[in-house]
T-cell receptor, first 113, second 115 residues
Framework: AAGVIQSPRHLIKEKRETATLKCYPI?????VYWYQQGPGQDPQFLIS???????DKGSIPDRFSAQQFSDYHSELNMSSLELGDSALYFC????????????FGPGTRLTVL | AQSVAQPEDQVNVAEGNPLTVKCTYS??????LFWYVQYPNRGLQFLLK??????LVKGSYGFEAEFNKSQTSFHLKKPSALVSDSALYFC?????????????FGTGTRLLVSP
Protein backbone atom coordinates (compact mmCIF):
# COMPACT_ATOMS: atom_id res chain seq x y z
CA ALA A 1 0.00 0.00 0.00
CA ALA A 2 1.13 3.53 -0.73
CA GLY A 3 2.54 5.44 2.20
CA VAL A 4 3.36 9.04 2.96
CA ILE A 5 6.47 10.17 1.10
CA GLN A 6 8.81 12.80 2.44
CA SER A 7 11.80 14.36 0.80
CA PRO A 8 14.58 14.81 1.41
CA ARG A 9 15.20 12.21 4.12
CA HIS A 10 18.23 14.07 5.41
CA LEU A 11 19.17 17.72 5.13
CA ILE A 12 22.14 19.63 6.45
CA LYS A 13 22.04 23.42 6.48
CA GLU A 14 24.02 26.28 7.93
CA LYS A 15 22.56 28.83 10.33
CA ARG A 16 20.48 31.53 8.63
CA GLU A 17 19.96 29.39 5.53
CA THR A 18 16.58 28.28 4.23
CA ALA A 19 15.16 24.80 3.80
CA THR A 20 12.16 23.32 2.04
CA LEU A 21 10.68 20.01 3.09
CA LYS A 22 8.20 18.18 0.89
CA CYS A 23 5.41 15.78 1.72
CA TYR A 24 3.29 13.61 -0.57
CA PRO A 25 0.23 12.23 1.23
CA ILE A 26 -1.42 8.91 0.74
CA UNK A 27 -3.72 9.07 -2.31
CA UNK A 28 -7.24 10.31 -1.48
CA UNK A 29 -6.15 11.69 1.89
CA UNK A 30 -7.32 15.29 2.06
CA UNK A 31 -5.60 16.41 5.27
CA VAL A 32 -1.89 16.91 5.87
CA TYR A 33 -0.15 17.58 9.18
CA TRP A 34 3.39 18.65 10.03
CA TYR A 35 5.07 17.71 13.31
CA GLN A 36 8.49 18.48 14.75
CA GLN A 37 10.29 15.97 16.96
CA GLY A 38 13.37 17.20 18.77
CA PRO A 39 15.96 14.77 20.16
CA GLY A 40 14.38 12.68 22.88
CA GLN A 41 11.12 14.59 22.58
CA ASP A 42 7.58 13.73 21.61
CA PRO A 43 6.27 15.03 18.27
CA GLN A 44 4.92 18.57 18.45
CA PHE A 45 2.22 19.72 16.07
CA LEU A 46 3.18 22.55 13.75
CA ILE A 47 0.43 23.08 11.20
CA SER A 48 -2.21 21.26 9.20
CA UNK A 49 -4.09 21.68 5.93
CA UNK A 50 -7.46 20.43 4.77
CA UNK A 51 -8.33 20.72 1.11
CA UNK A 52 -5.45 23.14 0.56
CA UNK A 53 -6.56 25.50 3.33
CA UNK A 54 -4.81 25.85 6.67
CA UNK A 55 -6.99 24.03 9.18
CA ASP A 56 -5.05 24.31 12.41
CA LYS A 57 -1.89 25.92 13.67
CA GLY A 58 0.35 24.88 16.51
CA SER A 59 3.72 25.99 17.75
CA ILE A 60 5.10 26.92 14.36
CA PRO A 61 7.66 29.76 14.38
CA ASP A 62 6.96 32.80 12.24
CA ARG A 63 10.11 31.91 10.29
CA PHE A 64 8.32 28.83 9.00
CA SER A 65 5.52 28.72 6.48
CA ALA A 66 3.70 25.92 4.75
CA GLN A 67 1.18 25.32 2.05
CA GLN A 68 -0.72 22.53 0.38
CA PHE A 69 -0.90 22.43 -3.39
CA SER A 70 -3.62 21.41 -5.83
CA ASP A 71 -2.23 17.85 -6.01
CA TYR A 72 -2.41 17.73 -2.17
CA HIS A 73 1.30 17.61 -1.63
CA SER A 74 2.59 19.99 1.00
CA GLU A 75 5.78 21.94 1.54
CA LEU A 76 7.23 23.30 4.76
CA ASN A 77 9.47 26.30 4.17
CA MET A 78 11.91 27.21 6.88
CA SER A 79 13.93 30.41 6.79
CA SER A 80 16.65 31.95 8.96
CA LEU A 81 17.44 28.53 10.33
CA GLU A 82 18.66 28.29 13.90
CA LEU A 83 20.57 25.55 15.67
CA GLY A 84 17.43 24.74 17.64
CA ASP A 85 15.58 23.87 14.44
CA SER A 86 17.60 20.66 14.20
CA ALA A 87 14.99 17.95 14.54
CA LEU A 88 13.04 15.24 12.80
CA TYR A 89 10.17 16.69 10.81
CA PHE A 90 7.24 14.40 10.15
CA CYS A 91 4.44 14.78 7.73
CA UNK A 92 1.24 12.80 8.29
CA UNK A 93 -1.88 12.43 6.22
CA UNK A 94 -5.39 11.25 6.89
CA UNK A 95 -8.95 11.48 5.76
CA UNK A 96 -10.66 14.46 7.35
CA UNK A 97 -12.37 13.86 10.68
CA UNK A 98 -11.14 13.14 14.17
CA UNK A 99 -12.01 9.44 14.00
CA UNK A 100 -9.41 8.73 11.37
CA UNK A 101 -5.85 7.83 12.28
CA UNK A 102 -2.95 9.76 10.84
CA UNK A 103 -0.37 7.93 8.80
CA PHE A 104 3.14 9.23 9.22
CA GLY A 105 5.93 9.52 6.71
CA PRO A 106 9.50 8.44 7.50
CA GLY A 107 10.48 11.99 8.39
CA THR A 108 13.14 14.45 7.30
CA ARG A 109 16.09 14.79 9.62
CA LEU A 110 17.24 18.40 9.52
CA THR A 111 20.62 19.28 10.96
CA VAL A 112 21.52 22.94 11.30
CA LEU A 113 25.22 23.63 11.76
CA ALA B 1 -6.67 21.76 26.93
CA GLN B 2 -6.16 18.15 26.06
CA SER B 3 -3.17 16.15 27.22
CA VAL B 4 -1.89 12.65 27.76
CA ALA B 5 0.55 11.39 30.35
CA GLN B 6 2.83 8.42 30.08
CA PRO B 7 4.19 8.01 33.60
CA GLU B 8 6.97 5.56 32.75
CA ASP B 9 9.99 6.63 30.73
CA GLN B 10 10.98 2.99 30.28
CA VAL B 11 9.40 -0.41 30.75
CA ASN B 12 11.51 -3.55 30.95
CA VAL B 13 10.01 -6.98 30.37
CA ALA B 14 11.35 -10.43 29.57
CA GLU B 15 10.41 -12.06 26.29
CA GLY B 16 7.28 -14.15 26.63
CA ASN B 17 5.95 -12.17 29.58
CA PRO B 18 2.95 -9.87 29.35
CA LEU B 19 3.61 -6.17 28.93
CA THR B 20 1.71 -3.01 29.84
CA VAL B 21 2.54 0.52 28.80
CA LYS B 22 0.50 3.08 30.71
CA CYS B 23 -1.32 6.14 29.41
CA THR B 24 -3.77 8.51 31.06
CA TYR B 25 -5.57 11.34 29.35
CA SER B 26 -7.21 14.64 30.12
CA UNK B 27 -9.72 16.13 27.68
CA UNK B 28 -12.93 18.09 27.68
CA UNK B 29 -15.43 15.98 25.83
CA UNK B 30 -15.14 12.50 24.44
CA UNK B 31 -11.58 11.42 23.71
CA UNK B 32 -10.26 9.74 20.61
CA LEU B 33 -7.17 7.81 21.70
CA PHE B 34 -4.33 6.38 19.66
CA TRP B 35 -1.16 4.37 20.16
CA TYR B 36 1.83 4.70 17.86
CA VAL B 37 5.18 2.93 17.86
CA GLN B 38 8.47 4.42 16.71
CA TYR B 39 11.55 2.41 15.83
CA PRO B 40 14.95 4.15 15.73
CA ASN B 41 15.23 6.71 12.92
CA ARG B 42 11.81 5.75 11.63
CA GLY B 43 8.41 7.34 11.42
CA LEU B 44 5.54 6.62 13.74
CA GLN B 45 3.50 3.53 12.97
CA PHE B 46 -0.16 3.38 13.94
CA LEU B 47 -1.01 0.51 16.29
CA LEU B 48 -4.61 1.01 17.36
CA LYS B 49 -7.27 3.52 18.28
CA UNK B 50 -10.32 3.95 20.49
CA UNK B 51 -13.17 5.98 19.11
CA UNK B 52 -16.29 4.52 20.65
CA UNK B 53 -17.82 1.17 21.46
CA UNK B 54 -16.04 -1.79 23.02
CA UNK B 55 -13.54 -0.69 25.64
CA LEU B 56 -11.04 -3.35 24.58
CA VAL B 57 -9.44 -2.46 21.29
CA LYS B 58 -7.29 -4.85 19.30
CA GLY B 59 -4.58 -3.60 17.01
CA SER B 60 -1.53 -4.54 15.01
CA TYR B 61 1.18 -7.04 16.01
CA GLY B 62 -0.92 -8.58 18.80
CA PHE B 63 -1.26 -5.36 20.78
CA GLU B 64 -4.46 -4.33 22.50
CA ALA B 65 -5.54 -1.47 24.70
CA GLU B 66 -8.26 -0.99 27.26
CA PHE B 67 -10.19 2.25 27.51
CA ASN B 68 -11.24 3.03 31.08
CA LYS B 69 -13.37 6.14 31.32
CA SER B 70 -13.55 6.25 35.11
CA GLN B 71 -9.77 6.10 35.42
CA THR B 72 -9.19 8.16 32.25
CA SER B 73 -6.70 5.57 31.08
CA PHE B 74 -5.84 3.82 27.85
CA HIS B 75 -3.10 1.32 28.68
CA LEU B 76 -1.39 -0.63 25.93
CA LYS B 77 -1.03 -4.36 26.50
CA LYS B 78 0.32 -7.50 24.90
CA PRO B 79 -0.02 -11.01 26.36
CA SER B 80 3.44 -12.19 25.31
CA ALA B 81 6.26 -9.76 24.53
CA LEU B 82 8.76 -10.24 21.72
CA VAL B 83 12.29 -8.86 21.54
CA SER B 84 11.22 -7.16 18.31
CA ASP B 85 8.63 -5.16 20.28
CA SER B 86 11.46 -3.10 21.74
CA ALA B 87 10.76 0.45 20.59
CA LEU B 88 9.40 3.83 21.67
CA TYR B 89 5.65 3.93 22.23
CA PHE B 90 3.54 7.06 22.12
CA CYS B 91 0.01 7.54 23.33
CA UNK B 92 -1.93 10.36 21.64
CA UNK B 93 -5.32 12.03 21.97
CA UNK B 94 -7.57 14.22 19.92
CA UNK B 95 -11.19 15.34 20.31
CA UNK B 96 -13.98 15.84 17.86
CA UNK B 97 -14.00 19.59 18.44
CA UNK B 98 -13.73 21.58 15.27
CA UNK B 99 -10.12 22.44 14.63
CA UNK B 100 -8.82 19.86 17.07
CA UNK B 101 -7.69 17.48 14.41
CA UNK B 102 -4.12 17.51 15.57
CA UNK B 103 -2.75 14.75 17.74
CA UNK B 104 -1.40 15.59 21.16
CA PHE B 105 1.27 13.09 22.14
CA GLY B 106 2.53 11.85 25.45
CA THR B 107 6.22 11.96 26.20
CA GLY B 108 6.73 8.38 25.10
CA THR B 109 7.69 5.16 26.85
CA ARG B 110 10.67 3.12 25.80
CA LEU B 111 9.93 -0.59 25.89
CA LEU B 112 12.89 -2.94 26.28
CA VAL B 113 12.19 -6.64 25.88
CA SER B 114 15.05 -8.84 26.95
CA PRO B 115 15.67 -12.31 25.49
Amino acid sequence: AAGVIQSPRHLIKEKRETATLKCYPIPRHDTVYWYQQGPGQDPQFLISFYEKMQSDKGSIPDRFSAQQFSDYHSELNMSSLELGDSALYFCASSLSGSVYEQFFGPGTRLTVL
Amino acid sequence: AQSVAQPEDQVNVAEGNPLTVKCTYSVSGNPYLFWYVQYPNRGLQFLLKYITGDNLVKGSYGFEAEFNKSQTSFHLKKPSALVSDSALYFCAVRTMNTGFQKLVFGTGTRLLVSP
